[in-house]
């Protein structure tokens, strides 16, 4: 069983990654480009750099990886993203099926995909939010990307904290409801007020090509993950009516 939802995971995690790469593709990648020809007119009216600087900061046909390529390689990106994380779905829900969440597979798998999207990708954004080229301090990347992990563990750690709760409230729907909220809430909003904030904007970057490329990279990971969670609980309701084994049919003398 466990392998039948593994190949499962990967192939459908393929697809929605294509699909969140499409999605990409046609609203993330224009503010990219944007973006990029921000960086670029900044740096023709900057001081003369060193080789070292200058060749940190092209994008064009002498980059090593021009952005044609950086297009062509968002679907392989994607693709391989889905692979990934629908392989780690499948194995949590084989973990979660018959003991937590919703009874039904195809419901299971919807819940457990919108959880995954508000911890691993909600949670995080709303304190870290992406950026697009020409933002950021190259000098300063890992410790916001040690910073994003963390948010992203505070999340799943949320998530484990609420259902832990709710499981010992025996008192009704809504009780049980509003306390596992409440459990999930404390640690994620202590995160949020305790991190350190991170604003690396340089000033006169267009605050609305900012928000829209945040809103595209939020937007590409919703539609992986609304996509995924659609089709592998689609899929899992299809399997569980299917019946076991076809009876043999009796032959007559």
Known sequence: MIRTLLVRGLLLGLLAGFA?????????????????ALEEAAAAHAPAAGPAEEAGHDH????????????????????????????????????LRGRV???????????????????????????????????GDPETINGRTVLYVVMVLVGLAAV??????????????WPRWTAAVAAFLVPVVAAWLLLPAVDEVPEGFPAGLLWEFRLASLGTQLVFWAAFGALFGWVSDRA?????FAAPALSRS
């Open 20 to 36: 969140a790469g499409g999605f990409a593709f046609l609203f993330g990648e224009p503010h990219v480009d944007s973006a990029i």
């Open 60 to 95: 064009g046909e002498d980059a090593a990886v021009s952005r044609p390529v950086q297009k062509a390689g968002l679907f392989l990106a994607t693709g391989l993203y889905g692979l990934a994380v629908g392989g780690v779905f499948a194995l949590v829900y084989a973990g």
């Open 101 to 135: 969440g919703p009874r039904s597979d195809g419901g299971l798998a919807l819940a457990a995909a919108a959880t995954a999207f508000g911890a691993v990708i909600l949670v995080p954004f709303l304190k870290y939010p992406a950026n697009p080229p020409a933002v």
């Open 160 to 173: 484990a904290i609420a259902v832990a709760t709710a499981r010992h409230v025996h008192s009704g729907p």
């Open 240 to 244: 569980a009516r299917r019946p076991a």
